[in-house]
């Protein structure tokens, strides 16, 4: 392809490579983590500096709660179960890296488009979201799930209400809807769980951090 030529310099902004920014990004949130007096827990430090990598929010230093050995064991069930990644945005589907996946055989999936959940949805006056979770138990009832949540409250809801049914337990949950409605509320349905999760408490999180979260794991192994 052709680029455009003769255009003005701005000699404050340098160029960099992707790999050489997210180096010295790095370098400057611990820096700042320093500044702050913020130590972080060696197991999770990789998930929390990469959520505060994607979103430039340090808040993410004291807001991500990890059940008991919780990177340790996402990190064995992605490096050797083959599991299933289900999100609830296509987005965040997209920001969980493809090729770490592809390399340890992961499947990841998001159903929030499906015919057969939109179609389910309608007739039934639930949220696709809600839908969504029904068919991925139903589908991979014999499989590894690991939900990667970054929308969607009701998902939430809907991955307790199956677990205390007894209907269907994950192998994992990535808990981090954004909103204001119903998110704090789901996510405590999560916290108060026996599930093995990583939870964005309050208010904050997104499909953005639902993937970072998942990436820190995989780029580890």
Not at 6 to 23: C, D, G, K, Q, V
Not at 108 to 122: G, R
């Amino acid at each position: 392809m052709k680029l455009f030529e003769n255009l003005p310099e701005y000699p404050a902004i340098e160029h960099h490579l992707p790999s050489e920014i997210e180096r010295e990004s790095m370098v400057t949130i611990k820096k700042e983590l320093r500044r702050m007096d913020i130590k972080l827990d060696e197991k999770n430090e990789a998930v929390i500096l990469r959520c505060i990598h994607t979103t430039a929010d340090f808040d993410y230093a004291r807001n991500l709660v990890f059940s008991e050995n919780a990177v340790a064991k996402l990190s064995e069930i992605l490096a050797t179960c083959q599991p299933v990644v289900v999100t609830d945005t296509n987005m965040a589907l997209s920001g969980i890296s493809a090729t770490a996946c592809k390399k340890l055989g992961i499947e990841k999936v998001c159903f929030m488009a499906d015919p057969e959940v939109a179609a389910a949805s309608k007739e039934s006056g639930l949220t696709r979201a809600v839908c969504s979770i029904d068919k991925a138990a139903a589908l991979f009832s014999d499989r590894h799930v690991v939900f990667a949540i970054g929308n969607a409250p009701t998902a939430l809801v809907r991955i307790r209400q199956l677990l205390d049914a007894g209907v269907f337990r994950p192998a994992f949950v990535v808990a981090a809807p954004v909103g204001f409605v119903n998110v704090i509320p789901a996510k405590d349905l999560i916290l108060q769980s026996p599930l093995d999760f990583i939870v964005s408490s309050g208010r904050k999180g997104g499909s953005p951090v639902a993937a970072a979260i998942m990436n820190a794991v995989l780029y580890s192994l």
